[in-house]
């Protein structure tokens, strides 16, 4: 699926434009509408930040947004999920998330839907690397295929019993490729190792 971006504007006037669902991106002046998620994005996406928060949250040592509009250096993106390390959330003088998220999170991750290309959520991946964030996943469930993307470090693509990278931090929360697809399903998870 092509999707040409509308008009060129102002990342001002951007932001003032009604939020709509799916969302819109705003990338160097135009505005690219999200897909829509289907069932197996949407599967992958809640099992994942809640696997992610039920882990991380309990400890203080990261919390996972799902759609979070991030707006960083003149780009407004939505991570399908954006995690921030606990001292590095956004939140506002009341220790609540904030509404205008204007920081980079530590870890982003894309989650492909059919059709979707993969250049644009790549793209807003290598953009979050480059203002520091220090991972990103492109998930693509059809293919059961993971690429990781680090600073500094060339992307892999992992498959299988292949573990997941995680940032530094979370080191102790363990997920293989195949363990991350078993979210997928509804029947009894597999002890796949």
């Known amino acids: 699926m092509v999707q040409s ?9 951007f932001l003032q434009l009604p939020e709509t669902n799916p969302g819109m991106e705003y990338i160097d002046g135009q505005i690219y509408q999200k897909p829509m998620p289907q069932g197996k994005h949407s599967k992958l996406q809640t099992s994942l930040v809640s696997h992610i928060n039920k882990w991380s949250e309990t400890k203080q040592l990261a919390y996972g947004f799902t759609e979070l509009r991030c707006t ?11 995690v921030f390390f606990w001292e590095n959330l956004p939140l506002d003088e009341n220790q609540e998330i904030l ?12 989650i492909l839907s059919p059709d979707q290309s993969s250049t644009r959520p790549i793209d807003n991946l290598l953009f979050l690397l480059n203002q520091g964030m220090s991972l990103g ?6 293919e ?30 363990n997920l293989t490729v195949n363990e991350l697809f078993d979210f997928l399903s509804f029947s009894p998870r597999s002890s796949k190792v």
Request: aromatic share 8%; charged share 25%.
């Open 144 to 173: 059961k295929v993971v690429f990781a993307f680090e600073q500094d470090k060339t992307p892999i693509t992992l498959r299988g019993i292949d573990p997941i990278p995680l940032p530094e931090r979370l080191n102790q929360y």
């Open 72 to 82: 960083i250096d003149g780009r407004s993106i939505i991570p399908d999920i954006s």
């Open 99 to 110: 509404d205008q998220v204007t920081e980079v999170p530590d870890w982003a991750i894309e």
């Open 137 to 142: 996943w492109l998930i693509d469930p059809y």
């Open 5 to 13: 971006p509308t008009q060129i504007i102002s990342l001002e006037d």
